[in-house]
Structures are given as C-alpha cells and as structure tokens.
C-alpha cells in the first residue's frame, strides 16, 4: 500500500455512500465516490475521484474484529509508537487504542495533488472523523488528537514548516503552532512542553 492517512474511529456503525455524496453536494465539490459493490452502506472501498475522472485516493474501511487487518494494524501502532515522543501521547494513544472501531485508510493517489484535491481530501476525512470520536494518523508524520492537533512525533529529521500541534497539561490539550525545523521547539516537544517565546492558541 502506498502513502496513507487514517481515521480511527470509535464507531463502526456503516457510512453510507449516499452521505458522502451529500457533504460533497453540500460543500460544492467538483468530486465523486465510487463503490464497486452493491451494498452502499457497509462497504469496504470507495474511490474518491475528481469530476474529471482523476482519482484522488483510495478509501478502505476496516472493522476491528479478532483476527482482522483492522485489528492487526492497532497492534502494530501500539508496538511502533512505544519509543515516540511525548511519552505522554504515547501513553494516552495507548488508552485510546482499546476504543477504536474502525479504521478508514485514504491511500492518497495523484489526484491529491491534482486542482483542489487536498481540499476534498481533508473534507472526506473530516466528514468520517465527525461521526464519532476519532483521531488521525499520517505514514511519517504521527497521530493527531480529536481536534486535529499533532500530537506524537514521527516525522523525518529533515522535516520543517510552521504545524499545529498539541501537548498534553493533565486532561487538557494545549494547541500551539511549531516550527518543526526548529530544534529548540522539537526538544520541548518532545518532552511534552509548548517552547519557550511560543504563545499557545486560545
């Protein structure tokens, strides 16, 4: 599987094809879903395509069940994260885990980039993240929280550009934006803290 990011979910009641089409309608997107199987309502993969037939990313919806892929890839986050940081994301990953319902994976194609592709993107993946309590994970970024706030540091070291991310104040999130070039700002973060001279968001 190529590039992906996800939403997992604390619900795996079915997403019907149809709502999808509705938020798309709804936004005035130039964009389709396409579901190759008869059943709209509990299907297991959508192609999200621009009107002109570029697809934009492959959706594929994973229940969490005993012995499933869905089930198996919690496993291989919760084993992947241990050494991330903070460790106070990990630790509040790992609670969060045992929650998880459903896995949606957008398997980003050329159409992401493609006109407004990353808009539709993030409108398809917000819609889903909505339905139900849900954080988010990119390949080679990390997870973010319910708000979308990044909160576990798996970039490259070569990475940079403003972010917004999140640490944790005993229940609370607090949301900041991070140079992540900035090595003064990685070294807070990665000890849970919002840097020196940054001003957290309201």
Avoid at 9 to 31: H, K, N, W
Avoid at 117 to 126: C, S
Wanted: charged share 25%; glycine share 8%.
């Amino acid at each position: 599987m190529g590039y992906c990011v996800r939403v997992l979910g604390t619900s795996d009641e079915p997403l019907p094809v149809e709502l999808l089409r509705a938020v798309i309608d709804e936004f005035g997107l130039a964009a389709t879903v396409n579901c190759e199987t008869e059943d709209q309502t509990n299907w297991k993969q959508l192609i999200l395509s621009h009107s002109d037939g570029t697809e934009i990313a492959l959706i594929e919806r994973g229940l969490v069940r005993e012995g499933s892929l869905a089930t198996a890839e919690l496993s291989e986050f919760d084993e992947e994260i241990a050494k991330c940081h903070p460790k106070s994301a990990v630790e509040w990953l790992r609670a969060f885990f045992p929650k998880v319902r459903v896995i949606y994976a957008f398997q980003l194609l050329s159409g992401t980039d493609h006109k407004n592709g990353w808009d539709i993107l993030g409108t398809i993946k917000a819609l889903i993240g909505s339905i139900a309590p849900s954080i988010f994970q990119a390949d080679s970024e990390g997870f973010s929280n319910k708000d979308g706030d990044h909160i576990l540091w798996q970039f490259s070291e070569s990475v940079d550009g403003a972010w917004s991310m999140a640490v944790l104040d005993g229940s609370k999130w607090i949301q900041y934006e991070m140079d992540l070039g900035n090595q003064n700002h990685r070294e807070a973060f990665f000890r849970g803290e919002v840097p020196d001279g940054v001003i957290p968001s309201e």
